[in-house]
């Protein structure tokens, strides 16, 4: 399989696109990452043709909506930033991406907490989202975003790297076209991955299918509208609680193969883990051990056991 794409801020690739000519280049993602997803970079404000080196340019309240402006000269890039990012959204769509990582704090491309000023006034709110991940976060609600501030926290970074995994799959398996069938198999190959994750999303993403199919609407459109549900609950960060209960139940599925003392050491490993005393790596990899060993792997455990690749070493640090 190739790897998964990931749309990325181009000046965290180290592109020197940024307002002074530098790079901010993010070494997670060029150095680790990069080994387990291609990574496309895109530069908003080259892209509308701004060049490098360029004025910087804010988001600036007038008249109760917001517009991206050179405080400076009073050039309004608004409408044109607008266009690029429709064209170039659906272009990184057409193209695959599986995500995107933002660069913080920027007018194009932050995602939160941006600084917004009001005209006239020389302070700034904080609550703003650069104009670009805007549109492209409203025209495409199923792609997992992030900013790259939020990678440094492995708990973070772990999780939106399995919603990326998990988003890769289903367009893979959604390239032989979507049907009920196809559509029911992913979702229960995938229920002890969404479980430990998001424990309602499992319940609600089997509601959601069973609905669509009774109205009789089209596996493509159920599939978009199924994803786009299950990202927006994936948007939460997992806790150790609903995670461990997930390997308690893969536990219970090999019980009758375990003698006494083995369960209850797994148990007690699980136990460590959900009480912060052992990494999530521990249970997983003695949990991935027993599953071999009986003879019970599938598809539906490895998607929860190893959610994303091992090398990255996540797992031991969360
Ligand atoms: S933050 Fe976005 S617009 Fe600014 S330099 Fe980086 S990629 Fe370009």
Redesign the pocket.
């Known amino acids: 399989m190739d790897k998964p794409k990931l749309g990325v801020?181009?000046?965290?690739l180290g592109h020197k696109?940024?307002?002074n000519g530098d790079g901010?280049e993010y070494r997670n993602l060029t150095r680790t990452w990069s080994h387990h997803l291609e990574l496309v970079g895109?530069?908003?404000?080259?892209g509308i043709g701004m060049g490098t080196p360029r004025p910087t340019i804010r988001l600036v309240k007038r008249d109760n909506q917001v517009h991206l402006v050179n405080p400076k000269t009073g050039d309004d890039f608004t409408q044109q930033m607008i266009e690029y990012a429709q064209l170039q959204s659906d272009a990184l769509i057409n193209a695959d991406i599986c995500g995107f990582v933002f660069?913080k704090d920027?007018p194009?491309?932050g995602l939160e907490r941006v600084r917004v000023y009001t005209e006239g006034q020389p302070q700034a709110r904080r609550n703003g989202t650069?104009l670009?991940a805007l549109v492209f976060t409203t025209l495409h609600p199923h792609i997992p975003v992030i900013e790259e501030g939020r990678l440094s926290d492995p708990l973070q970074a772990e999780h939106f790297l399995a919603r990326v995994e998990f988003f890769s799959l289903w367009l893979n398996e959604g390239k032989m076209g979507w049907s009920a069938d196809r559509l029911m198999r992913f979702h229960n190959t995938n229920k002890l991955f969404l479980l430990s994750r998001s424990p309602s999303a499992k319940r609600d993403l089997g509601r959601l299918l069973a609905r669509a199919f009774d109205n009789g609407d089209h596996p493509e459109n159920v599939a978009l509208e199924y994803m786009t549900a299950a990202q927006k609950s994936l948007d939460v960060l997992t806790k150790p609680g609903p995670i461990a209960h997930a390997m308690e139940r893969v536990l219970g599925r090999v019980s009758s193969k375990l003698t006494r003392t083995e369960r209850q050491e797994m148990l007690d490993v699980i136990h460590e883990y959900r009480r912060g005393l052992l990494p999530r790596s521990a249970p997983l990899t003695l949990l991935r051990h027993l599953v071999r060993r009986c003879g019970m792997e599938n598809e539906t455990h490895s998607r929860f056991i190893s959610p994303t690749p091992l090398s990255l070493g996540l797992m031991a640090k969360v």
Do not use: D, H, M, N
């Open positions: 801020s181009a000046c965290l696109v940024r307002y901010a895109v530069c908003p404000e080259v660069k920027s194009s491309c650069g670009f």
